[in-house]
């Protein structure tokens, strides 16, 4: 079966070899290019511009390409919002947001072609009239006249395990049309991922009880067809109009050969699938009126997700096998409408916003046994079956004035009010259960132009966070033996946050940035005790979080070394709540990067189109806590790779990289308890670590 796969590599390699030895005589034979100039800052009123010319000598497709070449720049995601709300990442093209939930800033990036991209600004968020932005603003401006296109293409090998990947990649059309600037999309962020290795179970004294020889494959396809309409007029008004549809087939697969001490061999076969598809339409109107300027903004998404978990386990000594399937379909909804006025007054920008949004889930599920003719018996499962509503309505007024030439404050002051409903039979209740809050939240942001080459920027902010509606229900875990009971007095989070943000531009040297953030969160959602045995997710009454961030970017250029570039990125996370089943003790949030260190080197060499380069990266995960176990699951904790890269091969941009050449494992180490924490004693030690292998990327891109 590893045959064919080991064909496709090796054709990889010798295709790759001869297309570098092409792409070299080609490039010996063209004539030596001139240098292109490094980025360096300009610009007035605090704001640092970027023309395409900064970015020639890098070849760029399209405004992702470009912003990530910005020195000392990385992209926030923005935060996973209730509704819309204000702004947030750091991020924005011709001066607006989305009004989509459905796609990321990288992807609508990826759609805008380089050749549509006039300038990029960078700014303190406070600056801009859009309340909620702060720090360090990316402000893409672009404009498509003529009809253009762009495509990637990247497949990907690995050695071991893994099948390999064609069908990554991404086609996109832009142009105009009148008033009308349109782009279609058609984008599929496939993956094929795979691992392999020994798995040791060891008890409490440390003796080898098991060992187990695993293989896991993990299939996943996302095909989604974009389309975005941009309108300029009548008058002064504009709108956008956004729509899209996704399938989302997935497929991961376990087989473990596990061989007791005595002897005794089972085969256990795992099968995790989904087959989930969405919608989602959504549009803005911006239009005058009377002093100001209102902006009407809708958004409908919906999503359809299929999904099961299958254990089946074989003996050699001819017992019949036995086996379990957990199942559900659950139907969600998002229903938002907001408004928002702007106008000047007393020597500043006000914006008063109302937002109503209305959510829903709707999840039928089972779990079933296996027969003795290997056929899954149903069983009902009424506590993981049920609905969850919300509706939940928002004001807020904003306002924002420079203080001085050089300070800008811009303050925000809201509540929000919410009704939570659940359907069903919810652990620990009687029929339905309907829940109403009110909760105040806002922001004070200071922007603070310290120098010529320094910004600095400050917020505080109180805000409310988003819940998975999934987990006010039942739901079970086959594949490491967990179980969630449900908890139907589940609610969202609310914390205090401080942000200190420092830009300091290096002129051709580069930049660097760096962020420190302190949160406190009441009600923070983490798995917490259910009843006397059980456990699901739910609320602690606090928790504390600092943060650490810094993103530099070195140039060489002033030192004669033409073309060279570091980037360096680190990220300290520290975080503290009391343990739900241990009270006693502190512990870290469960499961995140609590530390991340990675350093990338880029060499695009003068005279030639050519570019290579390599990186090094470090994560570490932090240990959770359930009530019957404690454990860390991570891959690494080290990757490292390399690439090459031709800027013009008959018009096209090609990379080849090679991926983690260190040996990142991936690896889970738990223990297990025989009762509830923190009284019970060791059940069995679980220490998992397999193979990734190195992984092989070619990826094409060219314009249309």
Known sequence: ????????????????????????????????????????????????????????????????????????????????????????GNVLVNSQRLSSKSDDIWTQLSRIPASSVERIELVDGARLDIPGLTGQVANVIARSDTFSGQFRWSPEFRPHYADPRFTNGEISLSGRQGPVEYTVSLVNNSNRGAAGGPTLITDRNGALVQTREDVVKARRDDPKLAVRLAIDGPGTSKGNLNGSFQRVPRQFTERSLRTDVDGTVTIRDLVDQSSARNWEIGGDWDFALGPGRLKLIGLNRQEHEPYSQAVITRFDDGTPAIGDRYAQTGDTAERIARGEYSWKMLGGDWQLAGEAAFNSLRNVASIAGLDSSEAFVEVPFPEGTGGVKEDRYDASLSFSRPLSETITLQVIGGAERSVLRQTGAPSGTEGPLSRSFFRPKGSLSLAWKAGKSLDVSLKLKRSVGQLSFYDFLARRFLDDGNANSGNADLVPQQDWSAELELNRNLGAWGSTKLRLVARKVQDYVTVVPIGTLGESVGNVGSAHERQIVNNTTLQFDPLGWKGARLDLNVELTFTSLRDPFDPGRHIPYGGITDRYYEISFRQDFPGTDWAAGGSYEYNRQSQYHRRYEIGRAFEGPVFAGLFVEHKDVMGLTVKAEARNLLNGRQRWDRQVFDGPRPGAPIAFVETRDRLIGPIFTLTVKGSI
Not at 13 to 22: F, I, K, M, S
Not at 43 to 62: E, H, I
Not at 66 to 73: A, D, E, K, S
């Open 1 to 88: 079966m590893k045959f064919p796969q080991k064909q496709s590599l090796r054709a990889l390699l010798y295709g790759g070899a001869a297309v570098l030895v092409a792409i070299s005589a080609h490039a010996h034979a063209a004539e030596p290019a001139a240098v292109p100039a490094v980025p360096e800052a300009s610009g007035s009123d605090g704001r640092t511009v970027f023309t395409p010319a900064d970015f020639a000598r890098f070849a760029p497709r399209n405004a992702l390409d470009m912003l990530r070449q910005v020195p000392g720049f990385s992209i926030r995601e923005g935060e996973e919002a209730r509704g819309l709300g204000q702004a947030s």
